[in-house]
């Protein structure tokens, strides 16, 4: 059983003291009767609420494929610039966040969701899973980088930080590269860390896949969707 100003809070609706406002006005009902009272208990799971006559149904989880747009942070909040919670505009629920992190200037797949299960099982290291990104690199990138980093390539500033071996394809060399990146792990700036190591500096990144889950290329930056039912079941996998 929940509250029903908390139910309606949760559901996007708005804030608590806006839906208790709403509530006062009798603009909220349960199973068809007008309630007035905020701290009215209702069962979530079989109740049917209705705000101003729209039916408010109950949703557990939810799952966005968002394509971060440069300029946007990956957190739930911030003071100063938008984050990519602020961009899901259809969200019933308060409790997103980002499943994973993006550098602010790097866009691309970010996986936005409120399943913390989920969101572990994605993130754990001992998990292994890939992921994959398209990179503009200033420098000539060569078979003996594809090699190092398929030996794993140490990051680290003043102490040894040694990545796993990751998977380097380079699509274009010259004086500004474009590669395509796998790895298996989520070390902080850790592709750019990896270039700077080999004496190069990677000016676009972009996250193309994530485990199972691949951008959608109609999305674009600043755009997102609902997961598909068989996407959720295979990122579950």
Do not use: W
Not at 40 to 51: A, F, H, M, N, P
Not at 127 to 136: R, S
Not at 154 to 167: L, N, S
Not at 200 to 227: A, F
Request: glycine share 6%; aromatic share 6%.
């Amino acid at each position: 059983m929940m509250r029903l100003d908390k139910y309606l809070a949760e559901m996007g609706v708005g804030t608590r003291q806006e839906v208790k406002k709403q509530i006062r006005q009798g603009k909220a009902a349960v199973n068809g009767t007008v309630v007035k009272a905020a701290d009215t208990k209702i069962d979530e799971t079989s109740d049917e609420v209705t705000i101003c006559g729209r039916n408010i149904s109950y949703v557990s989880y939810e799952y966005y494929m968002l394509n971060k747009p440069a300029g946007v942070v990956s957190a739930t909040e911030d003071r100063r610039d938008t984050t990519v919670i602020d961009l899901i505009k259809e969200k019933k629920r308060k409790d997103l966040f980002p499943v994973g992190r993006l550098d602010k200037d790097t866009e691309g797949l970010l996986l936005i969701t409120n399943d913390g299960d989920l969101a572990h099982r994605l993130l754990a290291p001992k998990k292994h899973v890939d992921k994959v990104y398209y990179a503009k690199v200033i420098g000539i990138v060569t078979e003996e980088d594809v090699e190092r980093f398929a030996q794993g390539i140490d990051i680290g500033t003043d102490e040894e930080e040694m990545t796993r071996p990751a998977q380097l394809d380079i699509l274009k060399s010259g004086e500004e590269s474009e590669i395509r990146l796998t790895i298996h792990e989520g070390k902080f700036h850790q592709v750019k860390r990896m270039f700077q190591a080999v004496k190069k500096e990677v000016t676009y990144l972009k996250r193309e896949r994530m485990g199972t889950l691949c951008l959608d290329e109609d999305l674009k930056p600043g755009e997102y969707r609902l997961l598909t039912e068989e996407e959720i079941e295979n990122v579950r996998k």
